[in-house]
């Protein structure tokens, strides 16, 4: 067992779930995914989708991992079902396909504690963040956030690992609800209020072509389901853990940090002027600066909250990042008895060359999100979907009853998996399909932008 160990065993799987969740995801993509895809509407789909499909196929991967108390791949050898082990396969690559990029903005998050501390990000926002996020600098502070990740990983901090999450968690709601009531003062807050908070079901009819794959990826993302990562941790979970209450409690923490994010950085926005949708990847990393800049004090408040900022930022990234790598390593160690140095190692530095594009010019690294976001995570998220629904069925319940005492309410999240949420994924899935094989300008096109 001992080689099974991680800090999903010793942290205590909540921590290091939540730790997974809350990420870039919350902080850098659900404003600017928001501000792309017509803000209030994208807000009430992604809502739905947390609610109503994300925090069920959470509870789904958690069956599976509890059941087979093995990593991803494997579980589905152990559950008696070795034909399967594709959908851990798709979940193992997509983690590998995403931290290459991820780390790339992580290594950003590192650039801007710097950028705070000398007041450079803070002095001229926009050409800062033109000149840091791409080229040299970006492949430097992307292989500073690698080889961060990759140390945690290999030497296994545990009780590094606790502490942090312990103290971001809560930290990042501290900051986020701070920096919120900051940008409510400042003129032309109200229209982003508008925009972000006050939907129309016309929008969303109109839009629902792009903003349903858009709302559902983001979802998917933000909770880590489709990446074999929250199969491989609910695999080190004991029999008496609720599934039920630790996938709501992780499912809801995160959405509230979602959505805190967007009530700092829409705002913001509006209040800078900036046209929505046309902020890209940079939203937040523009936003935040120059907002920071405008704090009451002068520039040296504003220099020390952007060091805390992005410090507590860089810990929720890497929390993250490692559970990406894990995932990846630990089906290594488990199937092939790999050790875990030399594993993290190798395939970190795989991970950091395949980023290398991304850093390098950010169209590659939309267009790795994009591959990521609309093409692995939900195919993984069907499988997932139909492997808990029509195969395991009535065990599903089992495993989900179990340590719950929820009796009644499991027969009913195993007929939504089996007819509407697989009906969902099913359309979801056909969208973006096609959307990725007919329509070039769409950005994430099968060919990559840079190339066309
Ligand atoms: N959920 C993380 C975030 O929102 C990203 C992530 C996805 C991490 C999948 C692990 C697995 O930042």
Redesign the pocket.
Same mark, same amino acid.
């Given at each position: 067992m001992a080689e099974r160990e991680t800090w999903a065993t010793r942290v205590g799987f909540i921590l290091a779930a939540i730790g997974?969740?809350?990420? #870039?995801? =919350?902080?850098?993509?659900?404003p600017f995914q928001t501000s792309a895809n017509g803000g209030a509407a994208f807000l009430v789909v992604y809502l739905l989708a947390v609610l109503l499909i994300g925090i069920p196929v959470l509870l789904a991967e958690f069956v599976i991992g509890r059941r087979a108390n093995t990593s991803a791949i494997g579980a589905f050898r152990k559950l008696g079902r070795p034909g399967w082990w594709f959908v851990g396969a798709v979940g193992v690559i997509?983690?590998f396909w995403?931290l290459s990029y991820?780390s790339v903005i992580g290594g950003w998050v590192i650039r801007y504690i710097g950028g705070s501390i000398t007041g450079g990000a803070l002095a001229a926002p926009e050409s800062y963040f033109g000149a840091i996020s791409v080229g040299l600098p970006s492949v430097g502070t992307h292989a500073i956030f690698m080889l961060i990740t990759i140390g945690i990983v290999a030497l296994g901090i545990e009780d590094g690992i606790e502490l942090a999450t312990k103290v971001m968690v809560p930290a990042v709601v501290v900051m986020l609800v701070g920096l919120a009531a900051f940008a409510a003062t400042l003129p032309g807050a109200s229209e982003g209020y508008a925009f972000f908070l006050n939907p129309n079901l016309d929008t969303i009819i109109a839009n629902a072509g792009t903003v349903l794959p858009a709302a559902f990826g983001q979802a998917f993302?933000? #909770? *880590?389901?489709?990446?074999s /990562?929250?199969i491989t941790y609910a695999s080190y979970l004991g029999k008496n853990d609720s599934l039920p209450v630790d996938g709501v409690t992780i499912g809801i923490s =995160?959405t509230i940090i979602?959505v805190l994010a967007g009530l700092v950085v829409l705002p913001l926005l509006f209040a800078q002027g900036v046209e929505p949708g046309s902020g890209g990847p940079g939203a937040v990393f523009v936003a935040i600066p120059t907002a920071l800049a405008e704090l009451p004090g002068g520039g040296l408040v504003g220099q020390a909250v952007g060091v805390v900022f992005f410090g507590v930022i860089l810990i929720?990234?890497l929390s *993250?990042?490692i *559970? #990406?790598l894990e /995932?990846v390593v630990a089906y290594l160690v488990d199937n092939y008895g790999f050790s875990r140095l030399p594993t993290a190692a190798g395939i970190g530095a795989a991970i950091f060359l395949l980023g290398i594009p991304s850093a390098w010019e950010t169209a590659w690294l939309d267009w790795f999100d994009g591959i990521g976001v609309t093409l692995l995570l939900p195919i993984t998220v069907l499988f997932v979907v139909l492997f808990v629904g029509w195969v395991l069925g009535q065990d599903a319940i089992d495993e989900l009853t179990d340590g719950s005492g929820i009796g009644s309410l499991a027969p009913i999240w195993l007929w939504g998996i089996r007819t509407f949420i697989l009906a969902v994924v099913v359309i979801v899935v056909a969208i973006n399909l096609w959307d990725l094989l007919a329509t070039p300008d769409t950005g994430y096109y099968i060919v990559p932008g840079p190339l066309r």
């Amino acid at each position: 067992m001992a080689e099974r160990e991680t800090w999903a065993t010793r942290v205590g799987f909540i921590l290091a779930a939540i730790g997974s969740a809350v990420g #870039l995801g =919350n902080i850098w993509r659900f404003p600017f995914q928001t501000s792309a895809n017509g803000g209030a509407a994208f807000l009430v789909v992604y809502l739905l989708a947390v609610l109503l499909i994300g925090i069920p196929v959470l509870l789904a991967e958690f069956v599976i991992g509890r059941r087979a108390n093995t990593s991803a791949i494997g579980a589905f050898r152990k559950l008696g079902r070795p034909g399967w082990w594709f959908v851990g396969a798709v979940g193992v690559i997509a983690a590998f396909w995403t931290l290459s990029y991820y780390s790339v903005i992580g290594g950003w998050v590192i650039r801007y504690i710097g950028g705070s501390i000398t007041g450079g990000a803070l002095a001229a926002p926009e050409s800062y963040f033109g000149a840091i996020s791409v080229g040299l600098p970006s492949v430097g502070t992307h292989a500073i956030f690698m080889l961060i990740t990759i140390g945690i990983v290999a030497l296994g901090i545990e009780d590094g690992i606790e502490l942090a999450t312990k103290v971001m968690v809560p930290a990042v709601v501290v900051m986020l609800v701070g920096l919120a009531a900051f940008a409510a003062t400042l003129p032309g807050a109200s229209e982003g209020y508008a925009f972000f908070l006050n939907p129309n079901l016309d929008t969303i009819i109109a839009n629902a072509g792009t903003v349903l794959p858009a709302a559902f990826g983001q979802a998917f993302f933000s #909770l *880590s389901v489709g990446f074999s /990562v929250m199969i491989t941790y609910a695999s080190y979970l004991g029999k008496n853990d609720s599934l039920p209450v630790d996938g709501v409690t992780i499912g809801i923490s =995160n959405t509230i940090i979602g959505v805190l994010a967007g009530l700092v950085v829409l705002p913001l926005l509006f209040a800078q002027g900036v046209e929505p949708g046309s902020g890209g990847p940079g939203a937040v990393f523009v936003a935040i600066p120059t907002a920071l800049a405008e704090l009451p004090g002068g520039g040296l408040v504003g220099q020390a909250v952007g060091v805390v900022f992005f410090g507590v930022i860089l810990i929720a990234a890497l929390s *993250s990042a490692i *559970s #990406l790598l894990e /995932v990846v390593v630990a089906y290594l160690v488990d199937n092939y008895g790999f050790s875990r140095l030399p594993t993290a190692a190798g395939i970190g530095a795989a991970i950091f060359l395949l980023g290398i594009p991304s850093a390098w010019e950010t169209a590659w690294l939309d267009w790795f999100d994009g591959i990521g976001v609309t093409l692995l995570l939900p195919i993984t998220v069907l499988f997932v979907v139909l492997f808990v629904g029509w195969v395991l069925g009535q065990d599903a319940i089992d495993e989900l009853t179990d340590g719950s005492g929820i009796g009644s309410l499991a027969p009913i999240w195993l007929w939504g998996i089996r007819t509407f949420i697989l009906a969902v994924v099913v359309i979801v899935v056909a969208i973006n399909l096609w959307d990725l094989l007919a329509t070039p300008d769409t950005g994430y096109y099968i060919v990559p932008g840079p190339l066309r």
